[in-house]
T-cell receptor, first 114, second 111 residues
Framework: DVKVTQSSRYLVKRTGEKVFLECVQD?????MFWYRQDPGLGLRLIYF???????EKGDIPEGYSVSREKKERFSLILESASTNQTSMYLC?????????????FGPGTRLTVT | EDKVVQSPLSLVVHEGDTVTLNCSYE??????LLWYKQEKKAPTFLFML????IEKKSGRLSSILDKKELFSILNITATQTGDSAVYLC???????????FGDGTTLTVKP
């Protein structure tokens, strides 16, 4: 079974702090994704990566950056957390190139910025 | 801009009922449509549809795609309380190489 793990299930940070969310997958997938999920807004793509050291902006990249130094690990970074970044963050991975096939999701990190 | 619209937004039924969930889309260079089930955690994959008119089936769940009319339906027969979840529809475009998600349909199945 595909396993996607995220470093924290719940996280509380203060405004202005730098936040790291880590995601690891064990299926040697080329593609990894970071989404945020908010009520009434569905899943929105922040960034995705189709190879090590490669990244592409999604629909809402502002205020975020990512890092993919190893194939199995994809990190989401909030350089200076703000209250409007309070959300559920979901990481996903999937195989296939150049297209993206079904994605497998991690358990999510619920981030609260106070 | 790619767009995915799901309906209804929420649905309450009783065990044993049959439900149909709808997903319509507008996407440049369609690649595939995917259905996910999300309970109190992350989404899990249900189906991937790429061709019109070919039904995908898994137990009591089935789905079909109409690429001419740009929609898909997800059917659940003989619903059970364990089917209660948010059902997400996503569409992949060959251009952007990413999925666009709808807002989901929240299904509640009462005993």
């Amino acid at each position: 079974d595909v396993k996607v793990t995220q470093s924290s299930r719940y996280l509380v940070k203060r405004t202005g702090e730098k936040v790291f969310l880590e995601c690891v997958q064990d299926m040697d997938h080329e593609n990894m994704f970071w989404y945020r999920q908010d009520p009434g807004l569905g899943l929105r793509l922040i960034y995705f990566s189709y190879d090590v050291k490669m990244k592409e902006k999604g629909d809402i990249p502002e205020g975020y950056s990512v890092s993919r130094e190893k194939k199995e690990r994809f990190s989401l970074i909030l350089e200076s957390a703000s209250t409007n970044q309070t959300s559920m963050y979901l990481c996903a991975s999937g195989g296939g190139r150049p297209f993206f096939y079904e994605q497998y999701f991690g358990p999510g990190t619920r981030l609260t910025v106070t | 801009e790619d767009k995915v619209v799901q309906s209804p937004l929420s649905l309450v039924v009783h065990e044993g009922d049959t439900v149909t969930l709808n997903c319509s889309y507008e996407v440049t260079n369609f690649r595939s449509l995917l259905w996910y089930k999300q309970e109190k955690k992350a989404p899990t994959f249900l189906f991937m549809l790429t061709s019109s008119g070919i039904e995908k089936k898994s137990g009591r769940l089935s789905s079909i795609l109409d690429k001419k009319e740009l929609f898909s339906i997800l059917n659940i027969t003989a619903t059970q309380t364990g089917d209660s979840a948010v059902y997400l529809c996503a569409v992949e475009s060959t251009n952007a190489g990413k999925s666009t998600f709808g807002d989901g349909t929240t299904l509640t199945v009462k005993p």
